[in-house]
């Protein structure tokens, strides 16, 4: 299963903040790639250029460059999991595309108490967010 990124910051020290579209955030440490792989050493060399980084297309990944990305596998796997408020919390646009469901399913399953609105779901805006916790217990793991 892919984790796809929502959005990716760079912090001081060559480090990024990743956020995936389960409602995860994960650190990742980019220093170790400069000696593992030679095209990452740019980075080092051009600190001011390590703060152009943005989600590649679909969220598989993040790039830089032409030549410098890395896979939303590689930032799960080697990343290091922070504790927020927010975590196991995520739009109804990634639950309805991680479980292959329509958002009008899930508006349903709130107007029928199946997800229950302040518990396992809410509103901010015109965005509803819905917990992690209820999708797996109401439709089972992520398609």
């Not at 929502?6 to 912090?11: C, D, E, G, M, R």
């Not at 000696?35 to 980084?53: I, M």
Request: glycine fraction near 8%.
């Amino acid at each position: 299963m892919f984790h796809k990124i929502k959005s990716v910051s760079p912090l001081p020290d060559f480090r990024l903040s990743v956020q995936f579209s389960e409602g995860v955030v994960k650190l990742y440490d980019v220093k170790p790639l400069f000696e593992k792989l030679p095209a990452f050493s740019y980075l080092r060399d051009h600190p001011e250029e390590f703060g152009c980084v943005c989600v590649d297309v679909g969220g598989y990944g993040i790039v830089w460059n032409d030549a410098l990305d890395l896979s939303c596998d590689e930032l799960w796997e080697h990343g290091v999991r922070v504790c927020t408020a927010f975590d196991g919390l995520m739009a109804f646009s990634d639950a309805t595309e991680l479980w292959g469901l329509n958002e009008s399913t899930l508006r349903k399953a709130i107007a029928y108490g199946k997800l229950v609105n302040g518990v396992d779901v809410c509103k901010f805006g015109k965005q509803w967010v819905v917990s992690m916790d209820a999708m797996k217990r109401e439709y089972g793991d992520p398609a």
